[in-house]
């Protein structure tokens, strides 16, 4: 079922993990374009692509997808370490929602027609798919989403609007989440639909962020008629779908990467900016050290839990609020102490180690993205110290 | 359940291990009414129930088995200390500890003997001044901050010529009292006996990560008495613990809470795996900084949430935070710890 031509990836699962990560990182080292190292910003398609390719090209596009789907079948701690090796070489993050989102959650729901036509074109980069869950007025409230989807002979009529869907302007392909029962409780009326992003009635529109970037995308839906055939799993149960795939991303959100790319940097930045002398500063710098090994440490913990196959709970969303709001602090600080440069809308002398606003801004969505520090919170509230609704 | 937060970094065998340190333990980590009753007596605890520990073998719990403990390791040491925070048992199991540390690695086997019998209350005069995690050798110098003092049959006292003894009965002591309802010492100068060498680094170490592992029982404890409230308190006609602005802050105690398990757990099996020196330090310094911050955070946090009844001696989450008002300095509090990280471990692997 590989469908790119070529090598059959080896069984990379054989081997311990410290040799796993050694094969990972050389690999990575003599394959990464030296050019795409540490992107100030979000790359697009045309910009990323080669990378893609060649980690198709070498089979390791998808490593948490089974090895009959074009996968490599990594274990999660497997793929974790995979993650940290891209992470350790500055790798831009790919167009990443069909290997990521959409390959896992069609291997587990959709009908072998679906796994037949999809996945071979997302291993080939035939198809680029963004993700349409959040709309205008459903952000955290994701349930209460409004996009209809109306059957009308073999084809659904899709209305609506989607927001703050990433790299839309890049995608061929777009999975969206649909009200199909308008009368059903609001979880209840929810489908999952793939569209061609090239049919008539679709609109794209990119947003610009505060980092001045149009990662974001708001996409409308006039009148696009979507076969049938595009309706994956059972209809009224894509809520239940999408919610599966929440805890690795969830761990994900938590893993350590981010407050450790800044901490580094803020390093940099102290040894430029002269300010380890100052004891102001390194008593905040202290805290941000023990409480990055501390986020490592809880970090450490669940990864364990993912060794011996259990299944996380909700409690691995303090994981995402630890993190996040560590990473906000480190580059408030890098703020802090770079006086006018935390001004400049460039790295400091044009080098990239030295970009305190842009980090800065970079780590404001991440407590929003992925559900809000409150959203987290209240799911800790009810879920894990069973606090009443 | 408030203490999920991933899995133990332990083997089989270390989680085993300590689970039996708990279920020993339960019996004191559940009588607060116990603790509470003893508070701002003399000597602050009861010397029957320091037998009674001994006898159980948990001062020399991580004292070699030649020397007579049970030789057994952080893992289970930091369980105990958890347990007896818990239920706030003030009896100095910890400094008692460090004592017996320093005496076996001396190989003064009488008086080591009878402390850990739990027959006498031996307790180490490190410190001569407030904020160090430096051991005074000089022997004219007054030592102070000696925990539970009030309660010693003797003082150890480390000098330039090795560890020295002196006997309690007759010490120029005074003792002050503190907000847990135990008591801090200030020992004058004498002739002291010399019993032999040891290095206090490590075994203060095992005190103050031992401590942390007190606070973090502590913590949890108090924790669980104001979910419960926030649980069944209602106003406004609802259940407290239904508005959203105290559920996040009760998170924030949650959340504080695992950080310090963390911490804890993963200094402890460093340590027994046979990290030592800066690296062990290091870890040391980590978690007892998360510790002593965090059961000030979360010791104010439970009072506030459990408002005007959380400001009454009669209510027991006010016994932790004056516990951790008591504790969270001794061996070092967060300032000085996070700087000793920073001194000691190495910068992370540049990204």
């Given at each position: 079922?590989?469908?790119?031509?070529?090598?059959?990836?080896?069984?990379?699962?054989?081997?311990?993990?410290?040799?796993?990560?050694?094969v990972?990182?050389?690999?990575?080292?003599?394959?990464?374009?030296p050019?795409?190292?540490?992107?100030?910003?979000?790359?697009?398609?045309?910009?990323?692509?080669?990378?893609?390719?060649?980690?198709?090209?070498?089979?390791?596009?998808?490593?948490?997808?089974?090895?009959?789907?074009?996968?490599?079948?990594?274990?999660?701690?497997?793929?974790?370490?995979?993650?940290?090796?891209?992470?350790?070489?500055?790798?831009?993050?790919?167009?990443?929602?069909?290997?990521?989102?959409?390959?896992?959650?069609?291997?587990?729901y959709?009908?072998?027609?679906?796994?037949?036509?999809?996945?071979?074109?997302?291993?080939?980069?035939?198809?680029?798919?963004?993700?349409?869950?959040?709309?205008?007025?459903?952000?955290?409230?994701?349930?209460?989403?409004?996009?209809?989807?109306?059957?009308?002979?073999?084809?659904?009529?899709?209305?609506?609007?989607k927001?703050?869907?990433?790299?839309?302007?890049?995608?061929?392909?777009?999975?969206?989440?649909?009200?199909t029962d308008?009368?059903?409780?609001?979880?209840?009326?929810?489908?999952?639909?793939?569209?061609?992003?090239?049919?008539?009635?679709?609109?794209?529109?990119?947003?610009?962020?505060?980092?001045?970037?149009?990662?974001?995308?708001?996409?409308?839906?006039?009148?696009?008629?979507?076969?049938?055939?595009?309706?994956?799993?059972?209809?009224?149960?894509?809520?239940?779908?999408?919610k599966?795939?929440?805890?690795?991303?969830r761990?994900?959100?938590?893993?350590?990467?981010?407050?450790?790319?800044a901490?580094?940097?803020l390093?940099?930045?102290?040894?430029?900016?002269?300010?380890?002398?100052?004891p102001?500063?390194?008593?905040?710098?202290?805290?941000?050290?023990?409480?990055?090994?501390?986020?490592?440490?809880?970090?450490?913990?669940?990864?364990?839990?993912?060794?011996?196959?259990?299944?996380?709970?909700?409690?691995?969303?303090?994981?995402?609020?630890?993190?996040?709001?560590?990473?906000?602090?480190?580059?408030?600080?890098?703020?802090?102490?770079?006086?006018?440069?935390?001004?400049?809308?460039?790295?400091?002398?044009?080098?990239?180690?030295?970009?305190?606003?842009?980090?800065?801004?970079?780590a404001?969505?991440?407590?929003?993205?992925?559900?809000?520090?409150?959203?987290?919170?209240?799911?800790?509230?009810?879920?894990?110290?069973?606090?009443?609704? | 359940?408030?203490?999920?937060?991933?899995?133990?970094?332990?083997?089989?065998?270390?989680?085993?291990?300590?689970?039996?340190?708990?279920d020993?333990?339960?019996?004191?980590?559940?009588?607060?009414?116990?603790?509470?009753?003893?508070?701002?007596?003399?000597?602050g605890?009861?010397?029957?129930?320091?037998?009674?520990?001994?006898?159980?073998g948990w001062?020399?719990?991580?004292?070699?088995?030649?020397?007579?403990?049970?030789?057994?390791?952080?893992?289970?040491?930091?369980?105990?200390?958890e347990?007896?925070?818990?239920?706030?048992?003030?009896?100095?199991?910890?400094?008692?500890?460090?004592?017996?540390?320093?005496?076996?690695?001396?190989?003064?086997?009488?008086?080591?003997?009878?402390?850990?019998?739990?027959?006498?209350?031996?307790?180490?005069?490190?410190?001569?001044?407030?904020?160090?995690?430096?051991?005074?050798?000089?022997?004219?110098?007054?030592?102070?901050?000696?925990?539970?003092?009030?309660?010693?049959?003797?003082f150890?006292?480390?000098?330039?010529?090795?560890?020295?003894?002196?006997?309690?009965?007759?010490?120029?002591?005074?003792?002050?009292?503190?907000?847990?309802?135990?008591?801090?010492?200030?020992?004058?100068?004498?002739?002291?006996?010399?019993?032999?060498?040891?290095?206090?680094?490590?075994?203060?170490?095992?005190?103050?990560?031992?401590?942390?592992?007190?606070?973090?029982?502590?913590?949890?404890?108090?924790?669980?008495?104001?979910?419960?409230?926030?649980?069944?308190?209602?106003?406004?006609?609802?259940?407290?613990?239904?508005?959203?602005?105290?559920?996040?802050?009760?998170v924030?105690?949650?959340?504080?809470?695992?950080?310090?398990?963390?911490?804890?757990?993963?200094?402890?099996?460093?340590?027994?795996?046979?990290?030592?020196?800066?690296?062990?330090?290091a870890?040391?310094?980590?978690?007892?900084?998360?510790?002593?911050?965090?059961?000030?955070?979360?010791?104010?946090?439970?009072v506030?949430?459990?408002?005007g009844?959380?400001?009454?001696?009669?209510?027991?989450?006010?016994?932790?935070?004056?516990?951790?008002?008591?504790?969270?300095?001794?061996?070092?509090?967060a300032?000085?710890?996070?700087?000793?990280?920073?001194?000691?471990?190495?910068?992370?692997?540049d990204?």
């Amino acid at each position: 079922m590989n469908a790119i031509a070529g090598t059959e990836p080896e069984d990379l699962n054989a081997l311990d993990d410290d040799s796993f990560r050694l094969v990972v990182r050389r690999w990575i080292e003599a394959n990464y374009p030296p050019e795409l190292r540490n992107p100030p910003k979000r790359l697009h398609w045309e910009e990323n692509n080669p990378w893609y390719f060649k980690l198709a090209e070498k089979g390791w596009l998808c490593p948490g997808w089974p090895r009959e789907y074009g996968g490599l079948g990594l274990g999660p701690i497997k793929q974790i370490i995979f993650t940290e090796e891209l992470e350790r070489w500055g790798c831009a993050r790919s167009n990443d929602h069909g290997i990521i989102m959409l390959g896992p959650l069609l291997i587990r729901y959709g009908s072998e027609e679906q796994k037949k036509y999809y996945l071979p074109k997302i291993l080939s980069g035939e198809h680029v798919w963004c993700q349409g869950y959040s709309e205008p007025n459903s952000g955290s409230d994701l349930a209460s989403l409004r996009t209809s989807a109306v059957l009308d002979g073999d084809e659904y009529v899709v209305n609506g609007q989607k927001i703050w869907t990433t790299l839309a302007s890049d995608a061929n392909w777009i999975f969206l989440l649909v009200r199909t029962d308008p009368t059903a409780k609001k979880q209840e009326g929810i489908s999952f639909l793939l569209v061609d992003m090239n049919t008539p009635g679709i609109t794209v529109r990119p947003i610009i962020n505060l980092e001045m970037h149009d990662e974001f995308c708001e996409v409308f839906f006039d009148n696009v008629r979507v076969p049938k055939a595009n309706l994956v799993g059972q209809l009224n149960k894509g809520w239940d779908m999408a919610k599966a795939l929440l805890s690795f991303e969830r761990i994900y959100l938590g893993s350590p990467r981010q407050s450790a790319y800044a901490l580094t940097r803020l390093k940099q930045l102290a040894e430029k900016m002269g300010v380890f002398e100052d004891p102001s500063f390194a008593t905040t710098y202290a805290k941000l050290r023990t409480d990055f090994e501390d986020l490592k440490a809880l970090y450490g913990r669940y990864v364990e839990v993912l060794k011996r196959g259990q299944p996380l709970g909700a409690d691995v969303s303090q994981l995402k609020i630890v993190q996040s709001e560590l990473f906000q602090r480190i580059t408030e600080t890098m703020m802090a102490i770079a006086a006018e440069n935390a001004g400049l809308m460039e790295p400091m002398e044009g080098n990239r180690n030295l970009n305190p606003a842009g980090l800065y801004i970079q780590a404001r969505p991440t407590t929003i993205y992925g559900g809000t520090s409150e959203i987290q919170r209240n799911i800790i509230a009810k879920n894990v110290l069973g606090l009443p609704g | 359940m408030s203490s999920a937060a991933g899995i133990a970094p332990y083997s089989d065998d270390q989680a085993e291990s300590a689970r039996m340190i708990r279920d020993s333990a339960a019996g004191y980590a559940t009588d607060v009414a116990r603790a509470r009753a003893l508070r701002f007596t003399n000597p602050g605890f009861s010397k029957d129930t320091f037998r009674e520990m001994g006898e159980l073998g948990w001062i020399g719990l991580a004292v070699p088995e030649a020397a007579g403990g049970s030789g057994l390791g952080m893992v289970e040491l930091v369980t105990l200390s958890e347990e007896l925070g818990r239920g706030l048992a003030p009896e100095p199991v910890i400094p008692a500890t460090l004592s017996a540390l320093l005496l076996a690695e001396a190989g003064e086997t009488e008086l080591l003997g009878q402390l850990l019998a739990g027959e006498a209350v031996v307790l180490t005069a490190w410190q001569d001044r407030a904020a160090t995690l430096k051991p005074c050798l000089d022997a004219a110098a007054t030592r102070r901050f000696i925990p539970m003092a009030a309660g010693a049959t003797h003082f150890l006292v480390p000098t330039e010529a090795g560890l020295t003894v002196v006997e309690a009965a007759g010490a120029d002591l005074v003792t002050e009292p503190t907000n847990d309802g135990g008591n801090l010492g200030t020992l004058r100068p004498k002739t002291y006996q010399s019993v032999g060498q040891a290095t206090l680094g490590p075994a203060l170490d095992k005190a103050a990560l031992a401590t942390a592992a007190y606070l973090l029982g502590g913590m949890e404890a108090a924790f669980a008495m104001t979910l419960a409230y926030l649980n069944t308190r209602q106003q406004f006609g609802r259940i407290i613990g239904t508005f959203q602005a105290l559920q996040h802050k009760a998170v924030d105690v949650k959340v504080q809470i695992a950080l310090t398990r963390a911490a804890v757990e993963q200094a402890a099996a460093a340590l027994d795996a046979g990290t030592t020196g800066d690296a062990a330090s290091a870890l040391v310094s980590r978690a007892k900084a998360r510790a002593s911050e965090a059961s000030m955070i979360v010791g104010q946090m439970c009072v506030q949430l459990s408002g005007g009844i959380g400001y009454t001696d009669d209510y027991d989450v006010g016994l932790y935070l004056r516990k951790a008002m008591t504790l969270a300095p001794l061996f070092g509090g967060a300032a000085l710890h996070r700087a000793r990280f920073v001194q000691l471990s190495p910068e992370t692997e540049d990204a």
